[in-house]
């Protein structure tokens, strides 16, 4: 198991049991009291747990969780619909549009039904369904299926993306922070999400403003990687000039 993993099982384990102690975590592993420690502190500095003797509970701030996607579907969705709309002028006929899962890009994937001649390539099993009717050519990567996200993920997954190439990238994300990049709760999906930020020319983070200052427990990318952020007119003024002066383009709707 790699060690992102491992902290991602000790989080989900934390998320279900309410608490987790290093003693018991380390016998269900079969690793170390002293590395479960180091995990642990890990997953402090990030902000996702509050350690304490002998163990550790869930942040008081509240850590990033991994809804599902029927969950997430009715958050802020005026606010979707408004980036689906922008990240859709970014498109051009013919061009080669990646996609990643989540109910932000599914809404891009509903605002580019107005074309004609696309090429889009996606992870995501409910967008390759929501094209299906069109005269679009949709690639799937292949991977396990994670039904949280509907998202196919693993080693197959990454290494179709590591043939691909693609136009522009329309990149979800569960957290945007300065300084952590950008993150999703899941470490195999951050694995994808990296594969494709890759494979694309351009690529373009779609998210409302509630997933600024934010970390999750994977990083996908660090902010240099990412070229222009679609976001809503509520973002911090502060944040939207931080980003440009790391030369991403921002786009407030």
Do not use: W, Y
């Amino acid at each position: 198991m790699l060690i992102d993993e491992r902290r991602q099982h000790i989080f989900a384990i934390l998320q279900s049991e309410g608490r987790v102690l290093v003693g018991d975590i380390a016998r269900k592993l079969g690793i170390s009291q002293i590395t479960i420690r180091k995990d642990l502190d890990a997953l402090q500095a990030k902000g996702l747990i509050l350690r304490t003797h002998g163990g550790a509970l869930p942040a008081q701030t509240g850590a990033l969780f991994d809804p599902s996607i029927q969950e997430k579907q009715q958050r802020h969705l005026q606010e979707k619909q408004r980036i689906a709309t922008a990240a859709a002028k970014l498109v051009h006929e013919g061009q080669c549009v990646m996609l990643d899962s989540g109910t932000t890009t599914t809404a891009v994937a509903h605002a580019l039904k107005r074309f004609h001649q696309l090429t889009v390539i996606t992870n995501a099993v409910n967008i390759a369904a929501e094209l299906t009717g069109t005269d679009f050519e949709v690639i799937l990567t292949g991977g396990t299926l994670r039904k949280n996200s509907f998202s196919l993920v693993g080693p197959l997954a990454e290494d179709v993306l590591q043939e691909m190439h693609a136009d522009v990238l329309f990149l979800g994300v569960d957290g945007l922070d300065l300084e952590a990049g950008v993150t999703t709760p899941n470490v195999l999906e951050s694995r994808v999400n990296r594969a494709m930020v890759k494979a694309a020319r351009t690529v373009v983070a779609v998210c409302d403003s509630t997933k600024f200052n934010r970390r999750s427990l994977s990083r996908i990318v660090s902010l240099s990687e990412i070229h222009h952020v679609i976001t809503d007119q509520a973002a911090s003024a502060p944040i939207v000039e931080a980003l440009r002066n790391h030369n991403i383009q921002v786009t407030l709707v």
